[in-house]
């Protein structure tokens, strides 16, 4: 059971953090984030067929998503 202060604490970040989402700067910053990336991985699952990676590790998962992506960022 977590204490009373971890609890305030808690609740005290999830408000700083409500209060910055609902301002206009943290919507506009909010709504580019949901859109920008959305096209790179529908392209990904709809065009190549990536679902899912089969590999294991951090090494293996960066090569096998060096092949699925688009353009060389990785």
Do not use: D, W
């Not at 609890?7 to 709504?31: D, M, T």
């Not at 096209?39 to 090494?59: A, D, E, M, P, T």
Request: net charge positive.
């Amino acid at each position: 059971m977590r204490s009373p202060l971890t609890l305030f604490a808690s609740n005290h970040k999830q408000q700083n953090a409500r209060e910055r989402l609902r301002s206009e700067e943290g919507y506009i910053l909010s709504f580019r984030l949901l859109i920008e990336p959305e096209s790179v991985f529908g392209q990904i699952k709809n065009n190549r067929g990536f679902r899912r990676f089969l590999l294991c590790g951090l090494q293996k998962v960066k090569s096998e998503g060096r092949m699925a992506l688009p353009c060389p960022i990785c």
